[in-house]
């Protein structure tokens, strides 16, 4: 799985790497739980990461690793205890050890892989996996499984398409940062899910699939050409497949083919509808900024309070390095555990704005001021200095919802924080109505 655990944008879920070298350990089964208590511990770091091998600091920058149990202990509450006995595989000439993590909000799995001199070759942590609910859709509404792309990237996707006797709207659903699966699933919410069942409700048809990142994540990392992964490779492509397949679709309008990015699939749907010539009809910027990924990570950086201030210095510096990279140096270097050219080609493209203002094609524009991954002062109050708000192409809906386009009821001390993820709450339904609305309404 790739980059899961991160302080990038909103879905903070967890880190994963998982290198595995051909050799096999002698291995105490109490070395896992040796190696995560120290990490809780956070006392002697630099012996942890020395355990690591040559392949896994290559792959793993000591700041990512400095601050992984903060995060996890952010996103997944305290530890309470190791449940049951860590279990022992052997599996193509390496050991695995796997131990089931009792958290106090959200359980992990943890693997750590050893090779034959014992050094530490895989460090994986997952949420404890919980099954998926089976949901119906929308009276009237036919599920379709699909698949998305070509090999050796082809995507599983389901269409939600209303029963209709004429062609119908339809639209791409676009996930925002981080390896998700097709419902955009955070702890206790599943927004995308929200959304498709709601729009198609509607008469729009509705298309949505797990991210490329989420399917080949080990791939993607294991790659020669990780070095230079960029979000052409991340989401552009898929987006763009998945238009494709829409207007391929004879139940559908090829012409009313829309494109809503969330988040970080947000900041991208301008460049997604550029690079894609004529085949989406307009799109919806759902909690998106005009700031660069790489402005909006540093933000972040300095508002994280699970850093100390070292690792906070450090983290900033880092990303902050990148602005003054050639090309070949962010082949070389690493920030948040991806390679800077990730970033740094990110921002050789022009802005959201300005690929909106030169396109001019119908666009939603939806912002919550409850958001604390892309705060009103880089949503809302970013698009109104640089967009023309009374352009006849552009819509606008300002709201008091969070990232997650939700209002969940929640103390004073949960609100503002990730824990309103893990209340289970639904899409507000006056953001799908407006979405609807742009879909059903705007002219052909």
Known sequence: MYRVLKIRLMFLLVFALLVCPPALAEASET?????????MSGTDNDALYAQLDAAMQAALPRITFDILWPQLEMQCGSFVAYYGDTEVMEIDGY????????????????TLTLNGDG?????????????????????????ERVSIGENPWKLPGTLLIPESDKPVPAVVLV????????????????????IANALSAQGIAVLRYDKRTYVYGAKITSSSSFRVFTVEEEVIQDAIAAGRLLAADSRIDPERVYILG????????????????????????????NKSFLEVLLRQARDADYLTAKQQTKLIEDGEAIYGMTEDETKKSKFNDLYAYFYWEMLQHPS???????????????????????????????????????APWLTC????????????????????????YKVDCTVAEDITDQMAAFILNTEE
């Open 31 to 39: 070395r896992l739980t040796d190696y995560v208590s120290a990490m």
């Open 95 to 110: 050991t695995v050890l796997s131990q089931l993590l009792d958290m106090s909000e959200t359980d992990l799995l943890c």
């Open 175 to 194: 996930q925002g940062s981080g390896s998700t699966n097709r419902d955009e699933h955070i702890y206790a919410v599943r927004p995308f899910r929200d």
């Open 119 to 143: 050094s530490v070759a895989g460090l994986y942590f997952t949420f404890d996996e919980v099954p998926e609910p089976t949901v119906a859709p929308p009276a009237k509404v036919i599920e």
């Open 262 to 289: 969330h988040s970080l699939g947000a900041m991208l749907a301008p460049r997604i509808v550029s690079e894609s010539g004529d085949l989406f009809h307009g799109m919806i910027l759902a909690c998106g900024t």
């Open 397 to 420: 809906y300002w709201t008091d919802v969070n990232h997650l386009l939700m209002r969940p009821e929640v103390s004073s001390a949960v609100w503002g924080t990730v824990g309103e």
């Open 352 to 390: 959201a704005a300005e690929l909106l203002n030169e396109l001019e094609r119908p666009t939603l524009i939806i912002n919550g001021s409850r958001d604390i991954q892309v705060l009103e002062s880089e949503g809302r109050d970013v698009w109104q200095q640089v967009l023309d708000m009374d």
